[in-house]
């Protein structure tokens, strides 16, 4: 089974570029399928990182940020892959 778990957070105004600096220097203990780092307007930061892992594994996530960095707790999401 594919999981992917999306990892996204807003940063302080004008900050964007310090939280990508951030989350580009995060490592994970693992090495999933695939990663990508994406951005929008308001600053805000995703990651996605796809596991071959059953959907309640325990998998490696990015940390919480500094709270000066971000404008509020991280949400994350887990999904499965259902196929295209």
């Given at each position: 089974?594919?999981?992917a778990v999306?990892w996204?957070?807003?940063?302080?105004a004008?900050?964007?570029?310090?939280?990508l600096?951030?989350v580009?220097?995060?490592?994970?203990p693992?090495?999933?399928?695939?990663?990508e780092?994406?951005r929008?307007?308001q600053?805000r930061v995703l990651?996605?990182?796809?596991?071959?892992a059953?959907?309640?594994?325990?998998?490696?996530?990015?940390?919480?940020p500094?709270?000066?960095l971000?404008?509020?707790?991280?949400?994350?999401?887990r999904?499965?892959?259902?196929g295209?």
């Amino acid at each position: 089974m594919t999981v992917a778990v999306m990892w996204e957070a807003r940063a302080v105004a004008g900050r964007g570029e310090d939280l990508l600096a951030w989350v580009r220097a995060q490592q994970l203990p693992g090495t999933p399928l695939r990663r990508e780092l994406l951005r929008a307007p308001q600053d805000r930061v995703l990651v996605i990182t796809w596991w071959d892992a059953a959907f309640d594994a325990d998998l490696p996530q990015l940390p919480e940020p500094a709270e000066d960095l971000v404008t509020r707790a991280v949400h994350r999401w887990r999904f499965e892959s259902v196929g295209g």
